[in-house]
Antibody, heavy 120, light 111 residues
Framework: EVQLVESGGGLVQPGGSLRLSCAAS????????MTWVRQAPGKGLEWVSV???????YYAGSVKGRFTLSRDNSKNTVDLQMNSLRAEDTAVYYC??????????????WGQGTTVTVSS | QSVLTQPPSVSGAPGQRVTISCTGS?????????VHWYQQVPGTAPRLLIY???NRPSGVPDRFSGSKSGASASLAITGLQAEDEADYYC???????????FGTGTKVTVL
């Protein structure tokens, strides 16, 4: 079964750091594009970052320079290191796979989400 | 900040047809990038509903259909059912932002 499971969310103070992890099963993260999407409380979906299979990474302007993607092929995971966190980063963070069926432009498998709360 | 605009809400009685619009610009839908749609029941992860403008993944009822014209796209739900009550988001790629963009989201209410 194709599945994604996120972990690592929690409560962190402004300016702090947190590392989210996305564990995949049923497929290989290094062969696909992997993306992170977040949803602030009561708000819509916001694209955060993408990890291309070739290794390139791209970030939304709101997190560029503060968030960093990494991939562990041996564990089949994709991690999101979040530094200099702000209150506006408070959200549910979803990991998703970009499907080759739509030329990696749509997201066909989603995790259950992990909650990040930035507050003092 | 969303760059794809959707109506905040639409509603309809069971069995009726509703449509949701998604308006983009000349850095995303308007220059030919495909549109995809997601359904999200509150408290759960989004689910891919329509991909590449018109295609349904396996398991999605044919009551859901998508279309695209110019810088806009639409999602139609025919034969509205109570289980269709959810939030719906369009998504595309934006070459100015070098990343994916989502619509503002539309809440569908079944009266």
């Amino acid at each position: 079964e194709v599945q994604l499971v996120e972990s690592g969310g929690g409560l962190v103070q402004p300016g702090g750091s947190l590392r989210l992890s996305c564990a995949a099963s049923g497929f290989t993260v290094s062969s696909d594009y992997m993306t992170w999407v977040r949803q602030a409380p009561g708000k819509g979906l916001e694209w955060v970052s993408v990890f291309y299979s070739g290794g390139n990474t791209y970030y939304a302007g709101s997190v560029k320079g503060r968030f960093t993607l990494s991939r562990d092929n041996s564990k089949n995971t994709v991690d999101l290191q979040m530094n200099s966190l702000r209150a506006e980063d408070t959200a549910v963070y979803y990991c998703a796979r970009c499907s080759p069926t739509c030329y990696y432009q749509c997201m066909d498998v989603w995790g259950q989400g992990t909650t990040v709360t930035v507050s003092s | 900040q969303s760059v794809l605009t959707q109506p905040p809400s639409v509603s309809g009685a069971p069995g009726q047809r509703v449509t949701i619009s998604c308006t983009g610009s000349n850095s995303n839908i308007g220059v030919g990038y495909d549109v995809h749609w997601y359904q999200q029941v509150p408290g759960t992860a989004p689910r891919l509903l329509i991909y590449t403008n018109i295609n349904r993944p396996s398991g999605v009822p044919d009551r859901f259909s998508g279309s695209k014209s110019g810088a806009s796209a639409s999602l139609a739900i025919t034969g509205l059912q109570a289980e269709d009550e959810a939030d719906y988001y369009c998504q595309s790629y934006d070459n100015r932002l070098s990343g994916s963009v989502f619509g503002t989201g539309t809440k569908v209410t079944v009266l």
